[in-house]
Each structure stands twice: as structure tokens, then as C-alpha cells.
């Protein structure tokens, strides 16, 4: 049974930042896509960045403000979203795809951290 467990989530001001960690229960090398999306309230849940491979790939409106990371001897991927804007506020969840699966998302999901971004 894989866990993720996100951490990190909070209020904050428009502008300001905040840096989500995502710890897996087992390395992250037996993953090949590991991921942050998030779902607003009343919005379908949406893709803020995946890793697979060497490829990052980040949805447009945060481009420039969010930088995914990993620290593969603490088995922890991170988010850092700076310039943070009201519209960024949702749940945020951490995700990750074993190696020999293909669709994305992944099946596995951490149980989301709320971010909230004030005006």
C-alpha cells in the first residue's frame, strides 16, 4: 500500500508563498510520474505539474510562479508556489504512477492540503 502524505498548506497573502512537501511511503525511483493537481471548490480537479521521465510539465497559469522538486533520499516531492494569486486557492494533492502504468493521473493520491490565498 503506497501513502502520500502532503503537508505545507495554509493562508497566505496574495503575492506571498508557500511550499507544499509530498512524502511517499516508498522510494520514489519505483515511481515514473509524480505530480501536484488541485481542485477548487465546484471545479473539476486540474493538473498544476507532473514529472515523468526527464519532462516537467506545468499548466499554463502557473508557469513561472510554481517549481516542483524532489528529495529522492527523503522519498519527498516539493512544490514551491511563489506570486501566489486568490485564483490559486484550492485543495491541493500530491500523485504518483508506478512504473508500468501509463495514464495520468497515476492511482495513487495523498489526501490534499488546503491552500487558500487571500486578496
Known amino acids: 500500500q503506497v501513502q502520500l502524505v502532503e503537508s505545507g498548506g495554509g493562508l497566505v497573502q496574495a503575492g506571498g508563498s508557500l511550499r507544499l512537501s509530498c512524502a511517499a511511503s516508498r522510494n520514489i525511483f519505483s515511481f515514473n510520474a509524480m505530480g501536484w493537481y488541485r481542485q477548487a471548490p465546484g471545479k473539476q480537479r486540474e493538473l498544476v505539474v507532473v514529472?515523468?521521465?526527464?519532462?516537467?510539465n506545468y499548466a499554463d497559469s502557473v508557469k513561472g510562479r510554481f517549481t516542483i522538486s524532489r528529495d529522492d533520499a527523503k522519498n519527498t516531492v516539493y512544490l514551491q508556489m511563489n506570486s501566489l494569486r486568490p485564483e490559486d486557492t484550492a485543495v491541493y494533492y500530491c500523485?504518483?504512477?508506478?512504473?508500468?502504468?501509463?495514464?495520468?493521473?497515476?492511482?495513487?493520491w495523498g489526501q490534499g492540503t488546503q491552500v487558500t490565498v487571500s486578496s
Open positions: 514529472i515523468t521521465g526527464g519532462t516537467t
Open positions: 500523485n504518483a504512477r508506478p512504473m508500468g502504468s501509463f495514464a495520468l493521473p497515476g492511482p495513487y
